[in-house]
């Protein structure tokens, strides 16, 4: 079976630091993936790893152990505008994609 | 335009009817996905078509759903039937190939919001 797994809210202050975790359990691995989602809008892309260790961007940094089955998005200098889901997914040997049920941030002033 | 395309954007329909719900994925993208996003919940897959290979049909809910797609092209998803618990998002994505590793995101489409009366 899979299994992405997410916390389903988090709440964190404008200029701090969050990290999502995300734990899998998918029959094939061939990466994943982070996508934010703001209400009433389609998910984005934001990040992808598929070798362990920290890949960053700017604000947003992925991390990623395959032994473990586990990832996480670290979120810095939060801003306002920040506050979305964010959601995991894990694609496949067949290029499937599969997404957790997301995390939903919200960042209070 | 350069995205994937979705229509109708709002579909209200009454219980029992058929709806059929279209998809335009971005050109030459050879892979294309259909998911169903409940309110404040997360992306349920239904359904994901990969080159001429057999799609994957596994998160189909009931047999009440099909979807059909033309070569690398467009895609319909039809919902026969519809009962409430239908109402959704509907978000279809696409993405530049299959089959293999590589930063290839999926790119998705504004959805289409299916409201069953």
């Known amino acids: 079976g899979q299994n992405i797994d997410q916390p389903t809210e988090m709440t964190a202050t404008e200029g701090a630091i969050v990290q999502i975790n995300c734990t899998y359990q998918t029959s094939g691995f061939n990466g994943l993936f982070w996508y934010q989602q703001h209400a009433g809008e389609a998910p984005t892309f934001l990040s992808y790893n598929v070798l362990d260790g920290l890949e960053e961007k700017g604000r947003f940094s992925s991390f990623l152990s395959r032994s473990k089955g586990y990832s996480y998005l670290l979120l810095k200098e939060l801003q306002m505008k920040d506050s979305a889901s964010y959601l995991c997914a894990v694609r496949g040997d067949n290029n499937d994609m599969r997404f957790g049920a997301g995390t939903r941030l919200t960042v209070k002033p | 335009g350069a995205g994937v395309s979705q229509s109708p954007s709002n579909k209200v329909t009454e219980k029992g009817k058929d709806v059929e719900l279209r998809c335009d994925p971005i050109s030459g993208h050879t892979a294309l996905y259909w998911y169903r996003q409940r309110l404040g919940q997360g992306l349920e897959f239904l359904i994901y078509f990969q080159g001429n290979s057999a799609p994957d049909k596994s998160g189909l809910p009931s047999d009440r759903f099909s979807a059909e797609r033309t070569g690398e092209s467009v895609s319909t998803l039809t919902i026969q039937r519809t009962q409430q618990e239908d109402s959704a998002v509907y978000l279809c994505?696409?993405?530049?190939?299959?089959?293999?590793?590589?930063?290839?995101?999926?790119?998705f489409g504004d959805g289409t919001r299916l409201s069953i009366l």
């Open positions: 994505a696409s993405s530049p190939r299959g089959g293999g590793a590589g930063n290839q995101p999926q790119h």
